[in-house]
């Protein structure tokens, strides 16, 4: 079993910044694919980015494009979503999530990541 911490999470202002880490354990953590994904009450989860463990490729649902970044340090076994210009609909508890190793194809869909953290709150007030 793969653990996933989540961290950094909080309260933020509009406009603010926050970068969250997902710590993972294991010997092969650069096989597998990370993913983030959020859920606001009384929304389904949404997905928000990821990142390949074949060359580091990332994606990006069109509300973030182009605020949030999402990068990993093997060396560390951490995943990041540096998380720019928040808005309140930012607010949501903030999950990550692994893929089985060498897992290729959509990345956008919870069924395709078999392991997830316990979420943080991040919180953005206006």
């Known amino acids: 079993q793969v653990q996933l911490v989540e961290s950094g999470g909080g309260l933020v202002q509009a406009g603010g910044s926050l970068r969250l880490s997902c710590a993972a354990s294991?010997?092969?953590?650069?096989?597998?694919?990370m993913g983030w994904f959020r859920q606001a009450p009384g929304k389904e989860r949404e997905f928000v980015a990821a990142?390949?463990?074949?060359?580091?490729?990332?994606y990006y649902a069109d509300s973030v494009k182009g605020r949030f970044t999402c990068s990993r340090d093997n060396a560390k076994n951490t995943v990041y979503l540096q998380m720019n210009s928040l808005k309140p609909e930012d607010t949501a508890v903030y999950f990550c999530?692994?893929?089985?190793?060498?897992?290729?194809?959509?990345?956008?869909?919870?069924?395709?990541?078999?392991?997830w953290g316990q979420g943080t709150q991040v919180t953005v007030s206006s």
């Open positions: 999530a692994a893929t089985a190793r060498y897992y290729s194809g959509g990345y956008s869909s919870t069924k395709a990541y078999v392991y």
């Open positions: 294991g010997r092969t953590y650069s096989s597998y694919s």
């Open positions: 990142i390949t463990w074949s060359g580091g490729k990332t």
